[in-house]
Structure formats: C-alpha cells, structure tokens
C-alpha cells in the first residue's frame, strides 16, 4: 500500500480556533514515526458536503490512509460518517456489532437507547467498529483496497486509546519495515539565510531521496541568530541512519567554516 | 466582499507532527472575531506544486479572504509565494519595496545581500510587501478584486506582529460591521446523548442563521456527564445579544428539567 496519508480534524472549534488542534500534531508524530508520509492535515467546518468534497479530492490521489477525527458523537452536528459515506458512495447503515457496543455502555450505567444514542452505531456500509475504552462513540475503520478510512472522536483521550490500543498495532502489519532516523542539533552564529545555501548544497552532496534538513531560526536573523536543525531520513530500501549521519556531519563541518558554534549536540531528541 | 476566509499553515514541521499548529488557533480566532467565518485551515507538506492544487481548490470558491503561513524565508523549501503566484497565474516577480526591505534590515546589520537574502523580495506580480517588524522575510498582501490573499512567516512571533500591526487593521476596513457573542457555561449530570436533543431543540425554536450550540463533553457520558457549553451568533443584521440570551435561557431550562446542574454560570470568557 501507499505510504501517502492524510489527516481530516473535523470540526467549528478547530476551525475558529476555540481549541489548539494538538489531535493534528499527535497523529502527525505518530504517522511519521510509523514510516507514513503525512501530506497534509485539513481541518473543516462541520459541513457534510464541505467534508464530502476534500475527502474525496484526496481520496482521488489514492492514498495509503486517511485518519479524521471528530463528528462521531450524538449531537446534530456530528456528521463526519455520513461525509465518509458519501465521499466513497455507499450507504450509511446501522452497524450491529457497533450498536451491541453503544448498547452496553448505556446498559451497564442503567441508561437505554435514544435515537441520538442509536446514531452512533451507524458506519458507512462495510465498516468495521473501533471499539472506545473511554467514551461511548465507536470509531470506524473502512478499508477499500487500496486506501483505509480510519474516523476516530475528537476528544483526545478517547481518540488517544483508539489510536493506541487498536489501529496502530493493525497499521504496522499494513505498512511494516519502515526505519525514521533523525537528528537535532543548534547553531549560533549563522544566519539562516547564509545556512540556507549550505543545506542546498549538503542535500546535493549526500542524496537520498527521504533525507530532509530543515533550519528553524529561533534568534535574531541579522542579530544573534541560533538555528536549530533538524535532520531526518525514512526509508525501506536506503540507509537511512548512514543518510542522516553524514548530512550532519557535512552540515555541521560546513557551518563552523561560516563561524557558527554547535551549541547542542545531534541528538535523538529535541531538546 | 464574502466573509469566507480560510488559513493555508504551511511546512513540514506542522505536518508531521513536530510543531503543535498553534499559527492556525491563533488566526482562526482573529479572524473569527473580526467577523469573519473560517471554513477550514489546510496544512500541508512543502511541495509547491500540491500547494498550488489546494489554493486553486480553494480559490474556486471565491472567500474573501485565504491567510498563509509559512514558507517565506531564505530556504530551498520556501516556496509559499511561488505557490501562490502560481495558483493565480502570475508570475513572481522581484518586488523594489521588498528588496528595500530586506535589504535595510541586512545592512544595519553590517550585512550584504546574498541570492538566499534577494529570494525573500520576489512577490507574486502585483502583490504589496507586509513590513516585518521582527524578522527579515516581508510578507504579501495580493488583492485579486473578490478576494485577498494575505502570506506571512510561520514564526509565531513575526507572524502576530505583522498581523496585529498591519494585516488586522486593513481587515477591519474590508470588513467592517459584524458583532460576535460568547457565551460558555458548565451543567453536570446530562449525558451528551439526552443533551443532543435539547440542542436541536432549542436551535429549531430560537432561530437565526449564525446561532451556534456545541456541547464539549469533559466528564463520562456514562458515568459523571460533565458538558462545557458554547453559543455564539456573529451577524450583521440579526441581533447576536439576543439570539445568544434566548439559546442560553432556553438551554438552561430543559437542562434543569434533565436533571442537570449548572455549576459554571453563562460567561464571555472560557474559564
């Protein structure tokens, strides 16, 4: 399968930013950590046919994954399954194994079923149900060959198990054997747009279709500039560890000839 | 001019996972404030070419206004404003203010121009530069008639001063007149599923175009129901104060009658 994924987090207090989307940063790391190339993370307005139209634009590119997140719930505006549906042309149907699991959570709390309990057990037809440690929604998993449709709720600690206990450990049998290496080192003393011509030049230099350098300026440009760098490398059939290192050392060897000093070390973490 | 707006944070890092997206929290605030209704917020990686499909996508729909962030500086990978020029067909051309700019900032510095400095003063054709009062890279400020696309650094904090300094103020003439309001309470004891009803409820029975009702659960559903929630109107010839009073004393009653307690009074703020 393709290793191209993308992440839809759904929802009015993303979009106008009532809440900091910390969803998207989370499934992001985790994706890329997983040796998924996330290229992109869209984040809308409860709109169903808004949703319907990006998922099916990036649906077109054919896509490994998409993950989205939020609009399971009971609530009206809670629409994002029947977007999914709609965006891979099929029904919306009321899914047993997902209303046995609805059923039970309000059952064991002494509570019976309303229609806005019922709702959360429709999937998209051929689904199959995430079960939720936590809340009450099911999430839905939906695989079409060549793309798999992951919807998991908005709230983290609920979308956090989901994501832990159940559809990574599926992901790394679909998508197994990917290695990420990287680094993360500081430099003072260089101005980013002096070390910009470097990295052009250390990218050239080293190849490597996966290795990425990207300088964050976090001083003063034309001040006391400090640049943390990061370096990375992810890959099947290179070297990614040989890729990663000899970039720093090339970097590293070329900034010092520009009167910078490596404050921090390369290092596997970022701070 | 439409209301519609839409912020592109753009950059690997945002992607990825190795940034919280706090650019997109902050935009979508202001803007929201400002009146204006934010449809979605797109990240994607740096690839000029998938930058340019999305703004084009977007564009189609006529907002008035797309906001990016990202992707300005002296760097092989940003390349924002050639995505940008590319998007509405014009060239990107070598911008003389813009160069002023970039120029000054390097020579009170005691530095020269270089190729990676110059690259920041090239602006889509017909683009104004936006003054950067903390960093080097200018921003672009390109009025197409219908809509206005505003680019600035992803550095947060070059991105507030140009915002707050430059970009909020000429927004407020184009869109001038809408008024917002907040409220936000706390209720215990209803479920969000026997909530979701009211909801509906209340919407169909007050009325009004921009009135909006989200419930945030915080508690468990079947456990201690714990709801956060928010009711807004922004509108230029409803009345907002009104509508928001009603949808709150409306709320408030038959979640009383649910046997819910309100233990965080109706306010303007969060917390």
């Known amino acids: 399968m393709r290793r191209e994924a993308w992440i839809f987090t759904l929802g009015n207090e993303v979009v106008d930013g009532r809440i900091v989307n910390t969803n998207a940063a989370y499934l992001g790391r985790r994706l890329t950590l997983l040796g998924l190339e996330v290229f992109g993370n869209i984040s809308l307005i409860d709109d169903v046919d808004l949703v319907t139209q990006f998922l099916r634009y990036v649906l077109s590119r054919r896509p490994g994954l998409v993950v989205t997140t939020g609009g399971l719930g009971p609530t009206y505006d809670d629409r994002t399954l029947e977007a999914v549906a709609k965006a891979t042309n099929r029904g919306l149907v009321l899914n047993e194994e997902a209303l046995r699991m609805v059923r039970e959570k ?50 983290p600690r609920e979308l956090k198990a989901m994501w832990e206990g159940f559809v990574e450990p599926r992901l790394r049998q679909l998508f197994p054997g990917v290695r990420l290496v990287e ?79 490596v404050v921090r070390s390369p290092s596997e973490e970022p701070d």
């Open 106 to 155: 309000y059952e064991s709390a002494g509570m019976g079923l309303t229609p806005e309990r019922e709702k959360m057990a429709y999937l998209p037809e051929g689904a199959e149900p995430i079960p939720n440690p936590v809340g009450t929604a099911p999430g839905s998993w939906l695989s079409l060959g060549d793309t798999v449709i992951v919807s998991l709720p908005g709230v």
């Open 183 to 261: 680094r993360w080192f500081r430099v003072v003393g260089v101005p980013e747009s002096s070390a910009a011509a470097v990295v052009k030049e250390v990218l050239k230099l080293v190849g490597g279709r996966s290795l990425y350098i990207k300088s964050h300026p976090k001083g003063s440009e034309t001040g006391e500039p400090i640049l943390d760098f990061y370096v990375s490398a992810s890959s099947v059939d290179e070297d990614p560890e040989g890729l990663v290192e000899r970039a720093v050392k090339e970097l590293i060897e070329r900034l010092k000839a520009l009167g910078g000093e």
